[in-house]
């Protein structure tokens, strides 16, 4: 049985009189102002949630100053990055294209860290200009690179070394991050991370604030980030034996888990900050250093269950499975473009429909979009009403990380305008791409 559930859908979602709400405006309302597909974000969901992490990390280890940096690759536009600001926590971004988003909000740039593997010079030049707060350093390549742009500059830019803890996070192997055969990072069982802590030291244009370790995404067994934890801690402790003085800073980076579907949870910052909080004080006192200054990156769990996709229904189309049974095939106005999760990484989404009640008989569906691929299925198998009908509108909730943010121009579908709602007021923030847009790149 396919229904509402409020531990999925964002915080401020109810059904009015059967047809969905999210914060005071109704999913019908919102389609005949906007059109679908629409990403619908919950504005003060999203608030609550950025301050919810801020408050539980500061709160687990009885500080004022840790850092939360908000990962923008899991979806930022202008306004979200003002949010951001707003609740005074920081934002991770990975490419010139993410930080050029940050700097048109005029986000303070000392609250933003820089990621990314394989950084081009002119986005270190760009990053280390603007007086970004740190850069995480990936490569040998890029600590020569960072440290000679620092010294053209004039300045000398704080960095952190990422490392690879060498731990199998339980997520999909494209979403996991810290084992050892993976392009990021320097690997501490190889070595590579303490030479890494070695070429720094060298460069006087660069200062080693701490080390950065982030094991993957969608995960949810805490022991991954406490094992990965224990660690980098002992990389702390070698690096005092060795030199006498301590990194000031760590960073455990995000990748916290979210309900998608029925019976799955949401991380609940206060136990996660508050499990993480032990590891890391019972690894240091063990060592006899003192905790440092955290950060942590999560993106998934701020923005990821704040949003709701609105689609709607264009065809149902009747199959006859080899097993007797049958399938309706349940076709939206978008797809894969959209919402790549489900090709991508096998994900699982929760529908249902948003503009009326049915106490129809729910039989066997299957959602996919308009591309020209058996693969674009949003959602495999659910139970749906039998009396769905095209122009019904499907809502799809927890698709705020990685949807608009993966967004592509398949088939030449323009990208879905994204609409902050709160207390009953829909605003635009993102507006949807037009054919004009698309044909404006050809010469
Ligand atoms: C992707 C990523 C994150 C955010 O991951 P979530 O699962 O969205 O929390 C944080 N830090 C780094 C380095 C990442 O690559």
Redesign the pocket.
């Known amino acids: 049985m396919t229904s509402f559930d409020a531990a999925i859908f964002s915080t401020h979602s109810s059904i009015k009189s059967g047809e969905l709400d999210i914060a005071g405006v109704l999913a019908t309302q919102l389609a005949a102002d906007y059109g679908t597909p629409l990403f619908v974000v919950d504005e003060s969901d999203f608030k609550a949630r950025a301050k919810g992490w801020n408050n539980a990390l500061n709160s687990a280890f009885g500080v004022s100053d840790g850092m939360v ?1 908000y ?1 923008a ?2 979806f930022v536009c202008k306004e979200i990055a003002r949010w951001v600001s707003e609740t005074g926590i920081g934002l ?1 971004v ?1 490419t010139g294209g993410e930080m050029a988003v940050a700097i048109a909000a005029g986000f303070p740039m000392d609250r933003v860290e820089l ?1 990314g593997n394989n950084k081009s010079e002119k986005e270190i030049r760009t990053a280390i200009e603007v007086g970004i707060g740190t850069i ?1 350093v990936d490569s040998f390549h890029e600590i020569e690179r960072v440290s000679r742009i620092a010294a053209e500059l004039g300045k000398v830019q704080k960095v952190y070394i ?1 490392v690879t803890p060498g731990v199998e996070a339980h997520t999909h192997e494209f ?1 996991s ?1 810290a084992h050892e055969d993976v392009k ?1 990072g320097f690997s501490i069982a190889s070595g590579a991370a303490w030479t890494a802590i070695q070429e720094i030291r060298k460069s006087s244009s660069l200062n080693l604030a701490g080390l ?1 370790s ?1 094991i ?4 949810f067994a805490s022991e991954g980030f406490a094992a990965a934890a224990v660690k980098v801690i002992a990389v702390l402790a070698k690096y005092r034996d060795a030199f006498g003085s301590e990194l000031p800073e760590l960073d455990l ?4 888990g979210i309900a998608y579907i029925p019976g799955e949870i949401t991380l609940d910052p206060t136990v996660v900050m508050s499990e993480l909080a032990a590891v890391v004080k019972r690894e240091c006192a063990a060592a006899k250093i003192a905790v440092p200054k955290i950060s942590i ?5 701020i923005v ?1 269950p704040t949003t709701t996709t609105l689609y709607t229904v264009g065809t149902t189309k009747d199959v006859a499975l080899d097993n007797g049974a049958t399938r309706r095939y349940v076709a939206v106005d978008g797809g894969m473009s959209d919402n790549i999760r489900p090709a991508l990484y096998g994900a699982e989404y929760l529908a249902i429909i948003a503009n009326r009640s049915s106490t129809a008989t729910q039989i066997n569906c299957r959602v996919v979009g308009k591309h020209c691929e058996s693969g674009d299925i949003i959602i495999r198998e659910i139970q749906l009403a039998q009396d769905l009908v095209p122009g019904d509108l499907l809502a799809i909730p927890a698709t705020g ?2 949807g608009r943010s993966m967004a592509s121009n398949y088939n030449h579908l323009t990208r879905p305008a994204v609409i902050a709602v709160k207390d009953g007021k829909a605003r635009l923030i993102v507006r949807r791409e037009t054919e004009t847009d698309l044909l404006a790149l050809e010469l």
């Open positions: 940096y990962a690759k899991s991770d990975c990621h995480v990422r979403i991050t990021f950065h982030h993957g995404s969608q995960i980076g995000g990748g916290y990156e999560p993106g998934r769990a990821g990380a990685y």
